[in-house]
C-alpha cells in the first residue's frame, strides 16, 4: 500500500516539516552529490552510522566493500555524532523521496498537535532511538545506516495515537491493476507495523534485510507511540480534532 493523501487539514503552516525535508533534500543535493558514487560512497562511510563502531565491536582500521572498488574504513572512536547525521543521509533518489513524502504527509499533522520546537525535538529523539535499537539487534555490523526512516516511523507512530480514524487515500496494486481505497490510518499503519516486525524477525541474525534496517523503523514508531504524550499540547489536539 502507499498513501497519497489523508482528509486531516491542519491548522498552521507545518514549517518544521518543511524544514526537515529540505534539510534532507540539501544534503542528498550538495554533501551526497546527488548519488554520485564516489560522493555517496563517502558520506555514507564518513558521516552514516555504523553499529560496530558505535559500540566498539570493529577495530579502528576494518574494511568494508562500498562497491566499485570503493571501501569503507572504521575510525578510531565512537563517533556518537553519526548518530544524528545519519538520519540526514539516504542512499537514492528513491530512498530520499520516498521517505519525504511520508514525512510531509504524516509530519504535518504530527507538528500540528505538537508545535514547532517540540515537534522538532520529537522527530530527532524518536530518529535517535530508532537508530539505537537497530544498533542493539547487529552491534557487531560493519554496514553503515542512513535515512531519515527511523525518525519517520516515530512521526507514523505518533499519527496513529493522535488521528487513527483518519481517513487515509492508499494506492493497492491488485495484480496488474492499481486501485485507490480509503483507510482509517489506524487499518494502513498497523499493517505497516507489522510488516516492519515481521521483517525484523525473519532477518538472519538481526541484520538489515535487503538493505533495510527494519528494527529502527520498529524502534522509532514504538518511541513516536510512546513520546507524543509527552509532546503533543492538549489544546492543539483538543482544537485539530474539532475543526
Given at each position: 500500500m502507499f498513501p497519497y493523501r489523508d482528509e486531516n487539514v491542519t491548522q498552521r503552516p507545518p514549517y518544521i516539516t518543511i524544514s526537515?525535508?529540505?534539510?534532507?533534500v540539501l544534503v542528498w543535493l550538495f554533501v551526497q552529490g546527488a548519488g554520485?558514487?564516489?560522493?555517496?560512497?563517502?558520506?555514507v562511510c564518513n558521516l552514516?552510522?555504523?553499529p560496530g563502531e558505535l559500540t566498539g565491536m570493529l577495530p579502528p582500521g576494518e574494511r568494508f566493500p562500498?562497491?566499485?572498488?570503493?571501501?569503507?574504513?572504521?575510525?578510531?572512536?565512537?563517533?556518537?555524532?553519526?548518530?544524528?547525521?545519519?538520519?540526514?543521509?539516504?542512499?537514492?533518489?528513491?530512498?530520499l523521496l520516498g521517505n519525504m513524502w511520508f514525512l510531509w504527509l504524516f509530519g504535518n499533522n504530527v507538528e500540528d498537535a505538537m508545535g514547532r520546537p517540540q515537534f522538532l525535538l520529537f522527530y530527532l529523539l524518536c530518529g535517535l532511538v530508532a537508530a539505537l535499537l537497530q544498533v542493539v539487534t547487529s552491534p557487531d555490523s560493519g554496514v553503515p545506516?542512513?535515512?531519515?526512516?527511523g525518525a519517520i516511523s516515530g512521526v507514523m507512530g505518533a499519527y496513529l495515537i493522535l488521528?487513527?480514524?483518519v481517513r487515509v487515500y492508499t494506492v493497492v496494486p491488485l495484480g496488474f491493476i492499481l486501485t485507490t481505497v480509503a483507510l482509517p490510518a489506524w487499518t494502513m499503519l498497523a499493517y505497516w507495523m507489522l510488516i516492519q516486525l515481521v521483517?525484523?524477525?525473519t532477518a538472519i541474525g538481526g541484520k538489515p534485510g535487503g538493505g533495510?534496517?527494519?528494527?529502527?523503523?520498529?524502534?522509532?514508531?514504538?518511541?513516536?507511540?510512546?513520546?507524543v504524550k509527552l509532546f503533543a499540547r492538549p489544546d492543539y489536539v483538543a482544537a485539530h480534532q474539532a475543526s
Open positions: 526537515l525535508i529540505v534539510a534532507n554520485s558514487s564516489l560522493s555517496l560512497a563517502a558520506s552514516g552510522l555504523i562500498m562497491g566499485e572498488g570503493l571501501v569503507c574504513i572504521t575510525d578510531p572512536g565512537r563517533q556518537t555524532s553519526h548518530l544524528f547525521t545519519s538520519m540526514f543521509l539516504h542512499g537514492s533518489w528513491l530512498h545506516m542512513v535515512g531519515a526512516s488521528y487513527p480514524h521483517s525484523g524477525l533495510v534496517a527494519f528494527w529502527a523503523h520498529v524502534g522509532g514508531f514504538i518511541a513516536g507511540m510512546v513520546l
